[in-house]
């Protein structure tokens, strides 16, 4: 399994960024992202799976959209209205259909700072 995560960057309050992540190798019954601010632990921030649900962290509600495109394997999160608190390094996370098995691609760093 392989993911490349991509769209990560500096923005200002408010701004906005969408943030892509392309897995091969396999199917994924569940594909979406987590993020690591400074001293704090990794949350789940959103999830979706291949019939399209969505999970979302309370905080990013309604700001946050996750997608996926099953035929290209790809993830994204359209990152709206962002806050000073959604700094961090996010992670493209999988789980893979057959096995369950949960993978974590490399981080993209996302800083919103004025």
């Known amino acids: 399994v392989q993911l490349q995560a991509s769209g990560g960057g500096s923005v200002q309050p408010g701004g906005s960024l969408r943030l892509a992540c392309e897995g091969s190798g396999t199917i994924f019954y569940i594909m979406g992202w987590h993020r690591q601010a400074p001293g704090k632990q990794r949350e789940l921030v959103a999830t979706?799976?291949?019939?399209?649900?969505?999970t979302y962290v309370d905080s990013v509600k309604g700001r946050f959209t996750v997608s996926r495109d099953n035929a290209e394997n790809t993830v994204y999160l359209q990152m709206e209205s962002l806050k000073s608190e959604d700094t961090a390094v996010y992670y493209c996370?999988?789980?893979?259909?057959?096995?369950?098995?949960?993978?974590w691609g490399q981080g993209t760093q996302v800083t919103v700072s004025s």
């Open positions: 979706v799976a291949r019939d399209g649900s969505t």
């Open positions: 996370y999988v789980i893979e259909s057959y096995s369950r098995r949960e993978y």
